[in-house]
């Protein structure tokens, strides 16, 4: 399936929370007779993200009391594990795009990733289960072993993908298909023209429904500004502080090549490292010290915490 969310009208749902933004957007009509076309587009813009981020702050918030406030964090629902920390994409609102990427290049343990993958199949784990996270996950020549040995063990997680293609080869995507339940790839061109790899597996589900329904093609323009990145993005220096949490260290764990945990999926560089799963279990690192010391600031707000601060994503507990 090709996703272009250039195409896509927003849907936005009318309650109390986002009744002025539902209908700011309702006038857009108007708006689009009387803007000029750059006007209208950040215009439009501006409008959903107001909405996203008046849904997203109150679903937070109604997860955070519910879940969290004056009782134990439940674990994590989502684990990214990156086992290299590379790219080979020049993306420039990355941070970790291969042109400035500071990291040094770490493959994780072979011993490390199995110690991992055994303790979610322990853990009888059915939550979301990635083999990636700053990275491009087929860059690493173990992928598919790997990928193969996370289904084996932890059969009710479900086991998905994000990769930008270009390596990803008729071959690598055949052999690997059958162990995931999803795999995005990324397409970053500015005409929103398909690479030649993802041309050939968009064949491929056209005439396969039960592979297509695994697959998702996300057509992208490479040269665009997105979110802040933790104040990290190459081509955002926005800096607006958001008056709410986030979900994402009360439901993500990220675990970087050397074992060591992340803040969060916009903390590549490890600077709010929490843990390290190589001197403990995957549950013992979701409780650590720092990890329950920066929940328990965050739920305040974001500006305890450099960063957060200025990070601009809004994900939303139901995608976690």
């Not at 109150?58 to 290299?84: A, M, Q």
């Not at 490479?222 to 260290?249: A, F, W």
């Not at 190589?278 to 960063?307: C, D, F, P, V």
Request: proline letters at 4%; glycine letters at 4%; charged letters at 30%.
């Amino acid at each position: 399936m090709i996703v272009n969310r250039y195409e896509a009208e927003p849907y936005f749902e009318l309650n109390l929370n986002t009744a002025d933004t539902f209908v700011l957007w309702q006038l857009r009509r108007v708006a689009k007779r009387v803007m000029k076309k750059a006007t209208y587009e950040d215009f439009c813009k501006q409008v959903q993200k107001r909405y996203l981020y008046e849904t997203i702050k109150k679903e937070t918030d109604d997860w955070l009391k519910k879940n969290y406030d004056g009782r134990t964090c439940p674990l994590f629902s989502s684990i990214e594990i990156e086992v290299i920390n590379r790219c080979n994409g020049e993306c420039p609102f990355c941070p970790v795009n291969r042109n400035i990427d500071p990291r040094k290049l770490l493959k994780m343990d072979e011993n490390l990733f199995k110690k991992i993958i055994d303790e979610l199949g322990e853990l009888n784990y059915s939550g979301r289960l990635a083999l990636h996270s700053n990275n491009e996950p087929f860059l690493d020549s173990r992928i598919i072993e790997f990928t193969k040995y996370a289904r084996e063990k932890v059969p009710r997680a479900f086991l998905y993908m994000y990769t930008n293609g270009t390596l990803l080869t008729i071959d690598k995507f055949n052999e690997i298909i059958p162990y995931l339940d999803r795999i995005v790839i990324d397409n970053y061109d500015d005409d929103l023209k398909l690479h030649e790899n993802a041309k050939k597996i968009h064949e491929i589900c056209r005439n396969n429904h039960e592979i297509d329904k695994k697959v998702e093609i996300h057509v992208r323009k490479i040269h665009e500004v997105l979110d802040t990145r933790g104040g990290q993005s190459p081509n955002n220096n926005k800096r607006k502080t958001y008056d709410m949490s986030c979900i994402l260290p009360y439901k993500q764990m990220v675990v970087r090549p050397d074992g060591k945990t992340s803040l969060c999926c916009n903390d590549p560089y490890g600077k709010n490292t929490l843990a390290d799963v190589n001197k403990m279990s995957l549950k013992q690192a979701w409780y650590s010290k720092r990890a329950e010391h920066i929940r328990h600031r965050l739920r305040k707000n974001r500006a305890g915490i450099g960063l957060c601060k200025f990070c601009d994503t809004i994900p939303g507990p139901k995608g976690y």
